[in-house]
């Protein structure tokens, strides 16, 4: 075995591995992305009471020794944040192996409720539809019908002559 423990005869190999998983993830991540993403919940709640980029990214120099620009640290923002709404079940699960209370959005916490987010637009799916299947929007659109040209601007005689 290359790491020179002997796992496997051990009755009780799990919990030892996974206390060894639980020290190396506290290390501190290789990638700027990395650290970016392990401080993700201090960044969030600061920007959630209104500090600006420049200021956290000062902050992250000085706290953290990772340098990098504003539009670097928007850039990762916007990754993680894509990512959120893609697996929402990530966010929950980290909570949960870290102890700390559910995180909770602006809206949620200055009492809106998901349906007084929404837009005013008529949709016929719910917002749940939307995060299950990745392609719901695309065939929305699809299955809409063609815009015929000739509905619009009647066969394009301004005469009113059927010319087709």
Partial sequence: MPSGHDTDSSPNWISQTRSRLALRRSEKPATKAGQIRALWPDIEAALAVGQTMKTICTWLAEDAGITLGVTSLT??????????????????????????????????????????????????????????????????????????????HGDGDPGGKNLI
């Fill in 75 to 152: 850039s990762y923002i916007s990754r993680i944040r894509r990512r959120e709404v893609r697996e929402p079940h990530h966010k929950a699960i980290a909570n949960i192996e870290t102890n700390a209370p559910p995180v909770k959005s602006v809206g949620q916490e200055l009492g809106f409720r998901p349906s007084s987010l929404a837009t005013n637009s008529t949709k016929t799916n719910s917002p749940q539809e939307h995060t299950n299947n990745p392609l719901a929007q695309a065939m929305k659109a699809l299955s809409k019908p063609k815009l015929d040209i000739r509905e619009v």
